[in-house]
């Protein structure tokens, strides 16, 4: 042979070689030049020449290759290698029952496929830097955390409960981790129910004291939590203190906790910490006793609801003063970072009061200060809704819980209250005067005349019972009912305007034909079930849609939610554009019909005059709600006081208008002030004329009582 073939060659004769099976030369299987070379051929690739198959990985060789099982797996001849994916018949291998595993003996070695975790016992927990189910999990027993009293409080009953809590903690372990959470409930529950002397302590002691038991019953339950076995526990004192736990693992989309009146849910990913494959526990405990160390705490709002609140009752906000209206609750979790959840937690509170005049419910959580006190705070939780009886809160950080409802005093603008009443007070006079005028004064009865006095019946019954009953807000049955009644008065207010200036255009319109009969026959017919008829139809429909949205907190009024004051508006402000276009009409027929004939024509001109009137008439009614329309924004104050100041002068006018400036009326008030002067003058010289008589009558007596005496 050639002495110059190289490794991995066959010999031919003494000028050639072979490359062995398994390699290869760059001038392919004979070599005849000293320069070549044969290479082993890689058979595992890239590009790959055999297949090993599933869970299976090639191993290339010197001039050859084998099939190995990927770790975790194992041919079930248990030889090492094989050649092919005939031959393949890897299998997961157990190293938790065949001792291959490098679990600590802190943990318990859990076989899966391919491989295998570390998982801590049942009462331990992942030591500091170590997760739970990996390879590397070191763990250690679960021990019940240190809790320290709040220094500079003297209270025997606090110390004898603490003294407790040090006999739970020697005696604890592993194995006893759910009757410890039961015994330490109870010790809570007890605390709670007799505080003893702990009732004499200050406000500020009693909070300082509510605080260092909430954060140490948060701390020792979320520790405490994490040794439970997985699933669902509840926990109760016979003091009324109860606690739901859930530990569920990894998989479960939401959780949803249930204690006594108060409902939690939240997600998965809101309870699991990330990165940590372990078990998450979630728990909703309810301290009943807690409420009388912090009923009296300060409430402290966001930036936010202060701005509505002031907003609201701009700048007559006199004071805020809260009564707690559910438990107080705390919620936990695993996470370790339960001020920065990545979703919003839900809480969904049953509470026996109902929120009344001037107060508002207020999701409210317990703010620990760092001088170990705290107060009642609304940052980072908001009120999705109430209802009656039910209020739904979500909060985006946990702590400790609760409902509360705000009483707040409104301090009324005096100006505005001496402004109303003086106004009505006087609106209402004139309106009674004006109703009688128009019963009793013949020389103006007619279709107009008697569409007046229905308008000044309406507003004097309105403006009476807004004078009297606007603010009645105590019960709301009673607040509802006059609200329905004032959106009744109002709206056939305005429907007496309507048929007015209706009226107005049909008597212009026939004077075109002079047949001013069949206008009056056809408002006699119309007038009564239009008037009451309409408005009874709109706040029935209104009343049966909408019935609780009758009455306000601050006054006995149409509720502006869900834009339920557009079923007074609405059609108020439909009749405003209606009348105004017959008014308009009415004008320009009535200058049409003066430019053809004489301007001296009695109907004519009593009819111009009407209409002048009723728009002046429109305009004042009309206007009222308008400028209530604008109060907002900068300029509501200012319509505050017009709104205020043409509203309580309506009946004013409507004196002034139609019996001032009539001359028939003030005619017929002349002959009824000389009626009552003549009759006047006639009692008095009567009553002079009985007083002369009786005199001489005396007089005549006394002569002969003398002349008798002298003649005897």
Known sequence: CALWCPPGYTCINSTACHCSPGFTSLSGEIITSPLDSCEDINECGPPA?????????????????????????????????????????????????????????????????GSYVCHCRQGWVPKPGFQNKQNTTVCEEVSFPTWMPPPGIKSQRLSCFFHRLQHLRGNFSSASVQSTIQDLIQEV??????????????????????????????????????????????????????????????????????????????????VHESGDPGP??????????????????????????????????????????????????????????????????????????????????????????????????????????????????????????????????VQKDSALTVISYVGLSLSLLCLLLAVLTFLFCKAIHNTSTSLHLQLSICLFLAHLLFLTAIDRTEIKVLCSIIAGALHYLYLASFTWMLLEGLHLFLTARNLMVVNYSSVNKFMKKLMFPVGYG?????????????????????SCWLNSKKGFKWSFLGPVCSIFLVNLVFFLVTLWMLKSKLSSLNSDVSTLQNTRMLTFKATAQLFILGCTWCLGILQVGPAAHVMAYLFTIINSLQGVFIFLVYCLLNQQVRKQYGEWFKGIYITKSRSEKYTLSSKTESDAFKYSAVRSHIADTECN
């Open 49 to 113: 020449t055999v297949s090993c198959g599933n869970n299976a990985d090639c191993q290339n060789t010197e001039g050859g290759y084998h099939c190995t099982c990927i770790p975790g797996y194992e041919l079930a001849s248990g030889e090492p290698t094989f050649r092919n994916e005939s031959e393949n018949t890897c299998q997961d291998k157990d190293e938790c029952s065949s001792g291959e595993h490098h679990c600590h003996n802190s943990t318990i070695c859990t076989n899966t496929v």
């Open 189 to 270: 529950g007890d605390l709670l129910e007799g505080p003893q002397d702990l009732e004499n302590l200050s406000q500020s002691e009693k909070q300082y004291v509510a605080t260092n038991l909430l954060l140490g019953l948060e701390k020792a339950l979320r520790w405490l939590g994490k040794a439970l076995p997985i699933g669902a526990m509840t926990f109760s004192s016979s003091a009324g203190t109860k606690l739901s736990l859930k530990v569920q693992e990894q998989g479960y989309e939401n959780i949803t906790l249930i204690q006594n009146q108060t409902k939690m849910l939240l997600t998965w990913d809101t």
């Open 280 to 409: 998450a526990v979630a728990g909703l405990l309810s301290t009943p006793g807690m409420g009388k160390f912090l009923a009296k705490a300060p409430l402290v709002l966001d930036t936010v609801e202060q701005a509505a609140l002031n907003e609201t009752h701009k700048g007559v906000l006199q004071e805020i003063y809260h009564d707690l209206l559910s438990e107080v609750i705390s919620a936990f979790i695993s996470n370790k970072d339960p001020q920065n959840l990545r979703h919003p937690v839900t809480f969904i509170f049953q509470h026996s009061v109902i929120p009344g005049p001037r107060e508002k419910v207020f999701c409210v959580f317990w703010e620990h200060g760092q001088n170990g006190s705290g107060h009642w705070a609304t940052s980072g939780c908001r009120m999705v809704g109430t209802k009656d009886n039910s209020t739904i809160c979500q909060c985006t950080h946990l702590s400790s819980f609760a409902i509360l409802m705000a009483h707040y005093e």
């Open 534 to 554: 309409v408005p009874a139809v709109i706040v029935t429909i209104s009343a049966a849609s909408q019935p609780y949205l009758y009455g306000t907190p601050t």
